[in-house]
């Protein structure tokens, strides 16, 4: 495969280059030919997640541009964790651990090519790590790490006050001798990860020139954040799963079908493989006519068909069509039509002596405050059931009328939903 020498300027241009150890060298080594490089990714969590994909599709591109990569699970790192700032992690039993490394890896193997003549290579540095000395770890990694410039770290000088453990502490050699260990049996010379990784990504390269006198290459991609500059998440205080068991596809497509205006262009970059030129006509169209929403609609269409292919893309848009009218509730998977209900708000009521009249519906959905307001809605013409318009407040709906696993979809004016499953 022959080398993309514009695969810098490229990166650059999508904004995934916050920070770099010497770009002219960097830029150098891009072009003259094939440069094996790795990518780290700890199973700290049963998924990984959007920040994690960041990496995943820049070690896509950097493949596609006829380089060779390196995907890393750290099953070794993963059982210590990176310092956090808000304190000490909780530690994972091996078999944890272990569990979460085989997800892992099977979330970032359909992105890569494990064929040709630039393959990916799969490692886990539990492989390297575990039969390692305590003595030999210190002599041939420990040595080359003044603490002063440990200590000097963000994450660490911010942690000493409130305490961390030697544990943590020590997570920066673990990660630094992966960068070794590939180095001198792989031939890796170029590390990236994450902006908040910089610490441990340059402490590898430092560890490569001290040990064996090498010459080693990094990069940095930037942490993306919303406008405010808070983290981007499905909630407040989680994250983006990319395992459909942990988020659903059609919440993961309405994440991003619902991201800010002023964000689409960078999210384009960073996330999709769309050329420049389509990018930057979808950014005009969202400067000139926000309401269409084509950016967010191409984002969303792209990364959920990158993710979880393009049958659960398909399932998305035709749930978020058919819970508004505009498509058929019973052509939906019941596993689609019971997250989307999930999202858009869901009850569950008892059958009792039958199911519940539309007023009770209403009311027990959440849609209306009261029976009172409910029967003005059906006075009104804007009490609808799977679609379809109700004029009598005393009518209960069918067996006949439930849909997917048990499901009333109820819906109030046009755009206030509610799934009722009947139990």
């Given amino acids: 495969m022959s080398i993309d020498p514009g695969l810098l300027d490229d990166l650059e241009w999508r904004g995934l280059l916050a920070h770099s150890t010497d770009p002219d060298a960097l830029r150098a080594a891009l072009t003259e030919g094939p440069v094996r490089y790795y990518v780290g990714f700890d199973p700290t969590a049963p998924s990984l997640h959007m920040g994690n994909l960041v990496q995943i599709l820049t070690a896509r591109r950097l493949q596609q541009a006829g380089h060779v990569p390196y995907a890393l699970v750290g099953g070794a790192t993963g059982m210590i964790g990176d310092p956090k700032e808000s304190g000490e992690r909780t530690l994972n039993s091996l078999d944890i651990v272990k569990d979460w490394v085989e997800r892992v890896r099977s979330q970032i193997e359909p992105f890569l090519d494990f064929d040709g003549p630039n393959a990916a290579t799969m490692v886990n540095n539990y492989d390297w790590t575990a039969s390692l000395s305590v ?12 603490v002063n410039r440990m200590l000097a770290r963000d994450v660490v000088s911010r942690r000493l006050d409130s305490g961390i453990s030697y544990t943590e502490f020590s997570y920066v050699l673990l990660q630094s001798m992966d960068f070794l260990n590939l180095y001198r049996d792989h031939g890796v010379t170029l ?17 490569v020139r001290r040990a064996d006198g090498g010459k080693a290459h990094a990069f940095a991609t930037p942490l993306v954040t919303k406008s405010d500059g808070t983290k981007y998440g499905k909630t407040e205080g989680g994250a983006l799963w990319l395992d459909p068991a942990m988020m659903s596809p059609y919440a993961f497509h309405q994440f991003w ?6 964000k689409v262009g960078e999210l384009l970059r960073i996330f ?16 000139e006519k926000p309401f269409l929403r084509a950016g967010q609609k191409a984002l969303a269409d792209a990364v959920t068909t990158l993710v979880h292919g393009e049958q659960e893309t398909e399932q998305a848009k035709a749930a978020a069509a058919a819970l508004f009218g505009g498509g058929e509730l019973r052509d939906l998977s019941p596993a689609t039509l019971a997250a989307a209900l999930q999202e858009a708000g869901a009850t569950e009521v ?14 027990q959905s959440g849609l209306c405050k009261s029976k009172g307001e409910a029967r003005r809605t059906v006075g009104e013409g804007g009490a609808y059931v799977n679609n379809a318009r109700v004029t009598d407040p005393d009518a ?14 109820v819906r109030r004016g046009k755009k206030n939903i509610a799934g009722v499953r009947v139990v």
């Fill in 135 to 146: 003595i030999d770890f210190l002599r041939d990694v420990g040595k080359h790490f003044p």
């Fill in 191 to 207: 590390q990236f990860g994450g902006s908040d990784q910089w610490g441990n990504i340059t402490a590898g390269v430092e560890l």
């Fill in 257 to 262: 079908l619902n991201v800010e205006d002023e």
């Fill in 272 to 287: 999709t493989f769309l050329s420049r030129a389509e990018i930057e006509d979808l950014e005009a169209q969202t400067a």
């Fill in 350 to 363: 008892a059958r009792g002596d039958g199911l519940p009249t539309v007023v009770d519906l209403l009311v």
């Fill in 396 to 409: 209960s709906p069918g067996e006949a009328d439930l849909v997917g696993d048990g499901w009333l979809v």
